[in-house]
């Protein structure tokens, strides 16, 4: 048996570990106390936004950086200025807002929340 101590949140939680022979034995149970809460998920949008193709003519606006998609601050069809967050991308456990590169409508939300994306990838159009 091994016993380690580990930290989540500020929390300490000592946690005892059996090691398993190379002959497969059945797996060992894991013991840890204090039990933390799982985290409750997010509930999900009264609406999800339209995942749309690119448009013609229109801007794209695309991942700075590779992450996956939170959640849209703006809807199809909506006008937002230059500078306007449009949507919050999560990379390496920071959000990370989005803005628009200038002003106009959304054309099309070319990605749906929860996407991974990767760099250049089209996020959002703009006309």
């Known amino acids: 048996m091994r016993k380690y101590r580990i930290s989540v949140n500020g929390q300490s939680y000592d946690v005892v570990v059996e090691e398993l022979s190379a002959g497969g034995a059945a797996p060992a149970p894991v013991a840890a106390a204090p039990v933390a809460a799982a985290p409750q998920a997010a509930p999900a949008p009264a609406s999800a936004p339209t995942v749309s193709g690119p448009v013609a003519g229109a801007t794209s606006v695309k991942a700075p950086m590779p992450g996956t998609v939170l959640s849209f601050k703006v809807s199809e069809g909506q006008a937002v200025k230059q500078g306007d967050v449009i949507l919050i991308l ?3 456990k920071m959000e990370n807002e989005i803005v628009a590169p200038a002003s106009g409508t959304i054309a099309a939300l070319r990605v749906a929340p929860g ?8 996020l959002v159009d703009i006309s």
């Open 115 to 122: 996407s991974a994306v990767n760099t250049g990838d089209a």
């Open 90 to 92: 999560e990379a390496m």
